[in-house]
């Protein structure tokens, strides 16, 4: 008996085996293909704030960024990099909204120049994805299978037929899951990365149509291209690699001149982003349920959450887009505190924020 499985082993399935092993907690890791094999493994794993004017996805990632940056330095100082980035604006819209970040930004501001544009410098940082995923679960069972069945059964969960836990965290991305209710959609955004030779020596980070790593003996990682319309498990036809380098290779282009390049490596996996850009952390609305109450009105404006069914001992991490790295340490930690009862999530993150649109959306399915 396991007290918790996680399903899943990207940056979010890593991030919560991580937290909860260290609270003692005995843990079962579940992945179809092993440690960051899907949209982890192909992530440029750059830590860095979203330069916006505002909202609610700059102010999580902001405090996200802040977090991550001490969180990996502290205990993975092995598999973190400090470096300067450098952001520099894609047309005249953004540098406008970088000039008016840089004037409200509470960040120290780097005086690195460039020519290209309006750009903001900070210390920021660079993760080696697959190491640091590998370095989170130590002392965790991995059991590297899909998970085809979820069942619970008298106060325990069963997967697979074969391994009993008290609690499920699922952390699948945008890759299919056991777990199938109409309210959660996620977006599948395919990314490929590369890494190359070159002899162009690049001292930070740059970040403007696609992101560029600092050099090290003579390589740089060139990542990544965001393909919305490519699916591994919807398409028919296989991803074309030498299509993709070419385009990571032209939009690097754009922001440096790369001499003598040679691609050495590619990586490439599907990313999850949610519909409104937050993530998604917390507990899993269980819709047939919940559309039983008819004491519930779900055409009010502001739902109350606490009045929905949910999935005993189920909850989820996913939705973090192209800033993976950036928020997983930050939500599995909020997560774990949540899962251990000493504290709660915000409903600006929770699952249930999609079940109360599309219950008000999808008033004629109600039953």
């Given at each position: 008996m396991y007290d918790i499985?996680?399903?899943g082993a990207g940056i979010n399935g890593c991030s919560m085996a991580y937290e909860l092993h260290k609270e003692g907690k005995k843990v079962i890791l579940f992945d179809m293909d092993g440690i960051a094999s899907?949209?982890?493994?192909?992530?440029?794993?750059?830590?860095?704030?979203?330069?916006?004017?505002?909202?609610?996805?700059?102010?999580?990632?902001?405090?996200?960024?802040?977090?991550?940056?001490t969180f990996y330095e502290k205990n993975f100082p092995e598999c973190f990099k400090k470096s300067p980035l450098l952001h520099i604006a894609k047309d005249e819209a953004e540098a406008q909204t970088l000039k008016e970040y840089k004037e409200k930004t509470s960040l120290e501001l780097l005086s690195?120049?460039?020519e290209l544009n309006e750009s903001v410098s900070i210390n920021a940082g660079i993760v080696d994805a697959k190491s640091m995923c590998e370095a989170m679960v130590k002392g965790v069972k991995l059991v590297?299978?899909?998970?085809?069945s979820l069942v619970y059964d008298d106060t325990v969960?069963?997967?697979?037929?074969?391994?009993?836990?008290?609690?499920?965290?699922?952390?699948?991305?945008a890759y299919e899951g056991?777990?199938?209710?109409?309210?959660?959609?996620?977006?599948?955004?395919?990314?490929?990365?590369?890494?190359?030779?070159?002899?162009?020596?690049?001292?930070?980070?740059?970040?403007?149509?696609?992101?560029?790593?600092?050099?090290?003996?003579?390589?740089?990682?060139?990542g990544a291209t965001h393909n919305v319309h490519y699916h591994p498990q919807k398409n028919a036809d296989a991803y074309d690699i030498n299509s993709g380098r070419e385009e990571l290779l032209?939009?690097?282009?754009?922001?440096?001149?790369?001499?003598?390049?040679?691609v050495i490596r590619d990586y490439m996996g599907l990313r999850s982003g949610s519909f409104d850009y937050m993530p998604l952390i917390g507990r899993v609305v269980l819709s047939s349920e919940t559309l039983l109450n008819k004491t519930l009105n779900f055409k009010v404006k502001k739902a109350d959450y606490s009045e929905y069914e949910y999935y005993p001992n189920l909850y989820m991490i996913n939705g973090s887009g192209g800033?993976?790295?950036v928020l997983a340490p930050y939500l599995a930690n909020i997560l774990k505190s949540y899962i251990t009862g000493s504290d709660k999530i915000s409903d600006r993150v929770s699952p249930a924020r999609f079940f109360a649109r599309w219950a008000k959306k999808n008033d004629n399915i109600l039953i």
């Open positions: 499985a996680i399903v899907g949209g982890s493994g192909a992530a440029g794993a750059f830590i860095s704030p979203k330069f916006s004017k505002s909202g609610e996805l700059k102010e999580i990632l902001g405090e996200a960024f802040t977090y991550s940056m690195l120049s460039s590297k299978q899909k998970v085809e969960w069963v997967i697979n037929e074969s391994y009993s836990v008290k609690e499920v965290v699922l952390a699948t991305g056991v777990i199938k209710e109409p309210y959660l959609e996620l977006r599948g955004v395919w990314g490929h990365r590369i890494d190359i030779k070159t002899t162009t020596n690049n001292p930070h980070s740059i970040h403007q149509f696609v992101s560029i790593s600092p050099s090290e003996h003579g390589e740089l990682a060139i032209e939009k690097a282009s754009r922001s440096i001149e790369l001499e003598n390049v040679e800033y993976g790295f």
